[in-house]
């Protein structure tokens, strides 16, 4: 029999914190996800909310972190002030030091991509992290890089989004040798900007 996943979660993350993120993972529960819980965050805020979800908190054990980043940090102020205390940064390295399979937060999104990079590092000649998202299509899901934590990117980093995607749609959506595509404005190879033709 499988065993469960286990999600170390950033309980304080997001605007409004444990209130929305326990019950969340209460209802990721109740949707049939088969997965224990690391809770890191405010012991006594975490404890008041997962009295209300029975279920979770038998699948659960809350670890006091002293500080939450807050939505407005700059990344870099966080990763100095939240480094090994944060609520965000305890979950990430549960994560490294194989307690959990996987980090969830709802947090600041720069913060979390700058602790992930410093905690976590990158695979070998990729240079940069990215968010992914997996969307529907006709034929399934499909993964989609980068949905938000590069501006502008060259070339060469459009090439490592590719690699990371056809990595996730091997390992997430079990797609032997998955087709990667670039998002344009035109299907025609003169349309969009260079870095783009150039990737291409």
């Known amino acids: ?9 950033d309980a304080m993350g997001g605007d409004i914190g444990p209130e929305v993120t326990i019950a969340g993972a209460a209802l990721a529960l109740k949707r049939g996800l088969d997965a224990d819980f690391l809770l890191y965050g405010d012991e006594t805020a975490v404890r008041a909310q997962l009295a209300k979800f029975p279920q979770l908190a038998a699948r659960s054990r ?17 990763l100095r002030q939240g480094r090994r ?4 940064w ?9 307690e959990a399979q996987a980090a969830v937060s709802a947090g600041n999104t720069g913060a979390l991509m700058a602790m992930a990079k410093v905690c976590l590092k990158t695979i070998a ?6 968010l992914a998202c997996q969307w529907p299509t006709l034929r399934g899901k ?14 060469r980093h459009l090439v490592d989004l590719a690699i990371m995607g056809a990595a996730m749609a091997r390992i997430i959506l079990k797609v032997e040798t998955p087709s990667v595509g670039l998002l344009n404005v ?9 870095q783009v033709k150039e990737a291409s």
């Open 125 to 130: 000649k990729i240079d940069r992290p990215a």
């Open 85 to 88: 205390v944060s609520s965000m």
């Open 62 to 78: 809350v670890i006091h972190a002293a500080v939450a980043v807050r939505m407005d940090d700059k990344p870099s102020v966080a």
């Open 142 to 155: 499909s993964i989609v890089l980068d949905v938000g934590a590069t501006i502008g990117a060259d070339a």
């Open 186 to 194: 035109g299907e025609e190879e003169i349309k969009g900007v260079e």
């Open 1 to 9: 029999m499988p065993q469960p996943i286990r999600i170390a979660l």
């Open 90 to 98: 305890m979950a990430i390295e549960a994560v490294k030091r194989g």
